[in-house]
């Protein structure tokens, strides 16, 4: 099945302006909210305590918000729901002396008369731990990004290498911004989603630079605001239809797989959308304004074809013995 016509060039680049102001718009927005508003870390990062109950029935969340009030231990717990009426989250500061207690038993004393419930999980995590996974999350992404742009000046040159980081920056910064603003926990399950991103994007965008590269050894256009438009309208039903099957897939999860990867899978359709709207619009017109010259680019392919002939025929007379 084709979602575009094979052999028609759609003009992407007569509006590339407005999709890079539009993109900027957002990325800006974004980096406010990063740094005003900031993230609402979970218990994986900042430390501390989430203790999960199922009731047989509606959870009556002013009494157990009554109940725990009475012990210190639980001062400034959150108590949310968790999918449904019967199911809660209670999230509270772990203090240096809480961890060595059972913290399930303590809360079945303290909640008896709330009702019937289970306890389906509890989660302890001291601020040091939280603080190291942080730390490690960040260089985690960083090294990331140090590996990509290294692989893609290896593979093409360091401006296609440039254009690919810029773009990945572009869909992590939107999708952080996202995050915050539709108040998502950040758990190492979002930080998982946002990692994941990085290479799902940057695989669309290798598809298309690898198409303007082949693009740029086979023909005689020196206009590089046609070959953009040709590579991205050749790659664009290949491009749509992964998207849809991933963000599909995605989906799914969000729908039928529960509360608790809600986080993983939110920021995933988030990250789908953006990484597809970047690779499409984004990456290849960003190639234009960091000054990509197709003249010079074909000049460096001459002179690396012309060393490569030279070798091989030095490499045949040695082996003749005429040299």
Known sequence: MEFFSKGIIYNFMKYARVFIATTLILAFIS?????????????????????????????????????????????????TEFGSPEEIV???STVSDSVAQDIGDHIRTLLKDTGAF?????????????????????????????????YVAVRFE????????????????????????????FSLDVLAAVLTLIGYSLNDTIIIFDRIREELEETK???????????VSKTLSRTTITSLLVFFVVLTLYVFGGEII????????????????????????????????????????????????EKNKMRSQYEKGTV
């Open 90 to 92: 209670i999230r509270f």
């Open 118 to 150: 289970d306890i389906r999980k509890v989660d302890i995590v001291g601020p040091k731990i939280g603080s190291e996974l942080r730390s490690k999350g960040i260089m985690s992404a960083i090294l990331a990004m140090i590996g990509i742009l290294i």
């Open 158 to 185: 360091w401006k296609f290498a440039i254009a690919s980081v810029i773009t990945l920056l572009h869909d992590i910064t939107i999708t952080l911004g996202a995050i915050i603003l539709f108040d998502i926990e």
């Open 262 to 309: 809600h986080g993983f899978s939110f920021t995933m359709l988030l990250g789908v959308i953006i990484g597809t709207y970047s690779s499409i619009f984004i990456s290849a017109p960003f190639l234009t304004l960091i000054g990509f010259n197709v003249e010079k680019y074909k000049a460096n392919i001459a002179i690396k074809e012309k060393n490569r002939i």
């Open 221 to 231: 256009n020196t206009n590089f605001s046609e070959i953009i438009d040709i590579c």
């Open 31 to 79: 980096l406010v909210l990063v740094f005003t508003k900031g993230f609402n870390y979970g218990v994986d990062f900042v430390g501390g305590t989430v203790v999960q109950l199922k009731y047989e029935q509606s959870a009556p969340i002013d009494k157990i918000r009554d109940d725990l009030a009475k012990d210190k231990l639980f001062a400034g717990a959150l108590i």
